[in-house]
C-alpha cells in the first residue's frame, strides 16, 4: 500500500489530528510497517495511550481499502499532500491538511481566488455589497472561497454562481454532512458547477471547535481575504488572522461606525487592513495574474493609451465590445449608459470595471465614462 493509501487511512481514525500524522510520519511509520505496530509502538512515537489502542485493534490495509470504497460510492474523492495536483498555495501554509476530501472541479483549488466571509446574519447593505462584490470578483476572473455559512458566506457564493464565475466551499464536516441544512442545495449546486472541500472524513459531523481549523485553508487557498461584514467576535477575523499568517493580504468592508456589524471589520481597518469601498480597490493588487477567462480568446482586442494601435494581449468579450463601442460616441453618464444598454446597474458596472483595468475605458469626475 503506497503512502497515499496510508495517509488517507491514518486520516480516517477518529481523533487523529494534523500534529499526529506529523509524529507519524517523523517516526518513519508512513510504510506498511504501520499495519504491525502495537499500541506500544504507537506510544512511543508519542500517541496517547487511548489513540495507540484504537490504532492496533483498527488500523489495517483491509480497514483502509474498506474506508475507500465508502468514500467512493458517497461520490467523493480525495487528494492527498503528496500529490502533484494538491493546491500549491495551502502546501505554502504552516499545517496544510495532510487529506483533502472534495466534489467537484479540484483545478479550481489552484486557480487564482479571493476568499469572501463575514457574519453569518448581515444587514441589508452587507448582503447587498457581498452579491456586488463576489459577482464583480467572479466575472474579473477570481475564483470566490466561502465557507458555506447561513449569511455572507452563502451569499457570496450564490452571486458567484449567478455570473457563471467559480466558487470553492471549505466545509467543516464531512462531505455527507451538509452544514447549516438549508444549504444542502447549495451545496450540490456547488458541487455540480465548483468545488467542495473539507479535511474531514465522511461522518464527521458539525462541531465548534472544526471552524477555526477550516477557516486556515479558506485564508491558504486564496491571495487575500476579504471580511465584508462582521463583529467583533466573528470567525471571520479568525479567517484574517489566517490569511496574515500565511502573508496573504486582508481587505475590509467599512460600515456605519454604529453597526455593531461593522466593528470587526472597521478594526481591521485600524489594523492595517485594505479599505474596500468597491471590487477595483482588490483586483488593483492582483492586475498582473488575473486570468483570462474561457471564451474571451476569440474576442475583440482592447486598447491601450501606450501604443498607436492601442493592440495589446488582452480580449475584449463580446459584452465588453458592446460597452466599448457605444462609448466611442462620446463620453456618458452611467444613467446615459444603463438606458443604452439596459443592463441592470451590477452588471453595468462590472463590465465597467472590467474595462478600465484593462485600460480601454476612464472615469471622469461625476460618474462619467469616456474611452482612452
Given at each position: 500500500m503506497?503512502?497515499?493509501?496510508?495517509?488517507?487511512?491514518l486520516?480516517?481514525?477518529e481523533?487523529?489530528?494534523?500534529?499526529?500524522?506529523d509524529?507519524?510520519?517523523?517516526a518513519?511509520?508512513?510504510?506498511?510497517?504501520a499495519?504491525h505496530?502495537?499500541?506500544?509502538d504507537?506510544?512511543?512515537?508519542?500517541?496517547?495511550?487511548?489513540?495507540?489502542?484504537r490504532?492496533?485493534e483498527?488500523?489495517?490495509?483491509?480497514w483502509?481499502?474498506r474506508?475507500?470504497?465508502?468514500?467512493?460510492e458517497?461520490?467523493?474523492?480525495?487528494?492527498?499532500?503528496?500529490?502533484?495536483e494538491?493546491?500549491?498555495?495551502?502546501?505554502e501554509?504552516?499545517?496544510?491538511?495532510?487529506?483533502?476530501?472534495y466534489?467537484?472541479a479540484?483545478?479550481?483549488a489552484?486557480?487564482?481566488?479571493?476568499a469572501?466571509?463575514?457574519?453569518?446574519?448581515?444587514?441589508?447593505y452587507?448582503?447587498?455589497i457581498?452579491?456586488?462584490?463576489a459577482?464583480q470578483?467572479?466575472?474579473?476572473?477570481?475564483?470566490v472561497?466561502?465557507?458555506l455559512a447561513r449569511?455572507?458566506?452563502?451569499?457570496?457564493?450564490e452571486?458567484?454562481?449567478?455570473?457563471?464565475?467559480n466558487t470553492?466551499?471549505?466545509?467543516?464536516?464531512?462531505l455527507?454532512?451538509?452544514?447549516?441544512p438549508?444549504?444542502?442545495?447549495?451545496?450540490?449546486e456547488?458541487?455540480?458547477?465548483?468545488?467542495?472541500?473539507?479535511?474531514?472524513?465522511?461522518?464527521?459531523k458539525?462541531?465548534?471547535g472544526?471552524f477555526?481549523?477550516?477557516n486556515?485553508?479558506?485564508?491558504?487557498?486564496?491571495l487575500g481575504?476579504?471580511?465584508?461584514?462582521?463583529?467583533?467576535?466573528?470567525?471571520s477575523?479568525?479567517?484574517?488572522?489566517a490569511a496574515?499568517?500565511?502573508?496573504r493580504?486582508?481587505?475590509?468592508?467599512?460600515?456605519?461606525?454604529t453597526s455593531p456589524?461593522?466593528?470587526g471589520?472597521?478594526?481591521?481597518i485600524?489594523?492595517?487592513a485594505?479599505?474596500?469601498?468597491g471590487?477595483?480597490?482588490?483586483?488593483?493588487?492582483?492586475?498582473?495574474?488575473l486570468?483570462v477567462?474561457?471564451g474571451?480568446s476569440g474576442?475583440?482586442p482592447s486598447?491601450?493609451?501606450?501604443?498607436?494601435?492601442?493592440l495589446?494581449e488582452?480580449k475584449?468579450?463580446?459584452?465588453?465590445?458592446h460597452?466599448?463601442?457605444?462609448?466611442?460616441?462620446?463620453?456618458?453618464t452611467?444613467d446615459?449608459l444603463?438606458?443604452?444598454?439596459?443592463?441592470?446597474?451590477?452588471?453595468?458596472?462590472?463590465?465597467?470595471?472590467s474595462?478600465i483595468?484593462?485600460?480601454?475605458v476612464t472615469q471622469?469626475?461625476g460618474?462619467?465614462?469616456?474611452?482612452?
Amino acid at each position: 500500500m503506497d503512502t497515499r493509501d496510508l495517509l488517507f487511512g491514518l486520516n480516517e481514525v477518529e481523533g487523529i489530528g494534523w500534529k499526529s500524522i506529523d509524529k507519524i510520519r517523523r517516526a518513519g511509520l508512513l510504510s506498511d510497517q504501520a499495519f504491525h505496530c502495537r499500541a506500544e509502538d504507537w506510544q512511543e512515537v508519542g500517541l496517547s495511550a487511548k489513540m495507540s489502542q484504537r490504532l492496533a485493534e483498527t488500523f489495517d490495509a483491509g480497514w483502509v481499502q474498506r474506508r475507500r470504497l465508502l468514500m467512493e460510492e458517497s461520490g467523493a474523492a480525495m487528494i492527498t499532500i503528496l500529490d502533484e495536483e494538491y493546491p500549491a498555495m495551502l502546501k505554502e501554509t504552516a499545517e496544510p491538511p495532510w487529506v483533502l476530501y472534495y466534489r467537484g472541479a479540484l483545478k479550481l483549488a489552484s486557480q487564482p481566488a479571493i476568499a469572501m466571509v463575514g457574519t453569518r446574519v448581515p444587514t441589508a447593505y452587507g448582503r447587498r455589497i457581498g452579491e456586488i462584490l463576489a459577482g464583480q470578483l467572479s466575472r474579473s476572473g477570481l475564483a470566490v472561497v466561502s465557507g458555506l455559512a447561513r449569511g455572507i458566506d452563502s451569499i457570496c457564493h450564490e452571486a458567484a454562481l449567478a455570473c457563471g464565475g467559480n466558487t470553492v466551499a471549505v466545509v467543516a464536516t464531512g462531505l455527507d454532512n451538509v452544514y447549516p441544512p438549508e444549504n444542502r442545495e447549495l451545496e450540490r449546486e456547488i458541487s455540480r458547477k465548483g468545488l467542495v472541500l473539507s479535511e474531514y472524513p465522511l461522518g464527521t459531523k458539525s462541531h465548534p471547535g472544526l471552524f477555526p481549523q477550516r477557516n486556515r485553508i479558506i485564508a491558504g487557498l486564496t491571495l487575500g481575504t476579504v471580511v465584508v461584514e462582521a463583529d467583533s467576535r466573528s470567525g471571520s477575523l479568525i479567517t484574517a488572522d489566517a490569511a496574515l499568517e500565511a502573508g496573504r493580504d486582508v481587505f475590509a468592508v467599512p460600515g456605519p461606525v454604529t453597526s455593531p456589524k461593522s466593528r470587526g471589520a472597521l478594526e481591521l481597518i485600524k489594523q492595517g487592513a485594505k479599505l474596500v469601498t468597491g471590487a477595483e480597490d482588490i483586483l488593483e493588487e492582483y492586475i498582473s495574474i488575473l486570468p483570462v477567462k474561457a471564451g474571451e480568446s476569440g474576442g475583440n482586442p482592447s486598447f491601450d493609451p501606450g501604443r498607436g494601435d492601442g493592440l495589446t494581449e488582452k480580449k475584449l468579450t463580446s459584452e465588453e465590445s458592446h460597452l466599448y463601442h457605444i462609448l466611442h460616441q462620446g463620453p456618458f453618464t452611467l444613467d446615459e449608459l444603463l438606458s443604452r444598454t439596459s443592463w441592470d446597474f451590477g452588471h453595468l458596472h462590472s463590465v465597467l470595471l472590467s474595462l478600465i483595468i484593462k485600460k480601454a475605458v476612464t472615469q471622469l469626475p461625476g460618474a462619467i465614462y469616456k474611452v482612452i
